[in-house]
């Protein structure tokens, strides 16, 4: 039975850490590995991207387009993923799905902003389902499949002139 204070890594496992700086002898000493001088040489080191007083060439490209900070970011799912549920039987799609119950399902991973109900693969199953928005294929699908589809989007408010 070891002790715990016997206890020790494997032997070759772990490496004493190189002191630099520590005169002649260690092999490390005088200038510690960094040279002669210079910027570099010194602590405090923030030069990525500069060019010497140039304009870096970062800054000298043309920028383009535009992030809106404000839009907002969707869980989008399939009917394939939906269809892969329910016949694995995570989803019973005689109850009404959300975006609860399929983060649930594990259909998907967060909720992000809202789902979104995209069109891609084969809906044959009759669901009840509500979204934040569902793209045309979708509500034709869900509806020709017999089922209910709910968007929580608000509507768009017309602007007056």
């Known amino acids: 039975m070891t002790k715990l204070n016997e206890i020790a890594p494997r032997e070759g496992s772990t ?7 520590r005169g002649p002898g260690s092999g490390k000493g005088k200038t510690a590995g960094r040279g002669v001088k210079g910027q570099k040489a010194r602590s405090g080191v923030a030069i990525a991207g500069f060019e010497g007083g140039q304009m870096p060439l970062h800054m000298r490209m043309p920028k383009r387009g535009f992030n809106n900070p404000f839009a907002k970011e969707f869980a989008e799912v399939n009917f394939w993923r939906i269809e892969q549920a329910i016949a694995a039987g995570k989803l019973d799609a005689s109850k009404a799905i959300d975006a609860d119950v399929l983060l649930k399902a594990g259909v998907i991973r967060r909720k992000k902003d809202g789902v979104s109900l995209l069109g891609k693969g084969e809906l044959t199953s009759k669901i009840e389902i509500t979204v934040y928005r569902a793209s045309e294929a979708a ?23």
């Not at 490496?15 to 700086?21: A, E, F, L, Q, T």
């Not at 589809?149 to 768009?156: C, D, E, F, G, N």
């Open 139 to 161: 509500r034709a699908a869900v509806e020709k499949a017999g089922g209910k589809l709910t968007v929580t989007r608000p509507a768009k408010v017309e602007a007056e002139a």
């Open 15 to 21: 490496k004493n850490r190189m002191r630099v700086g």
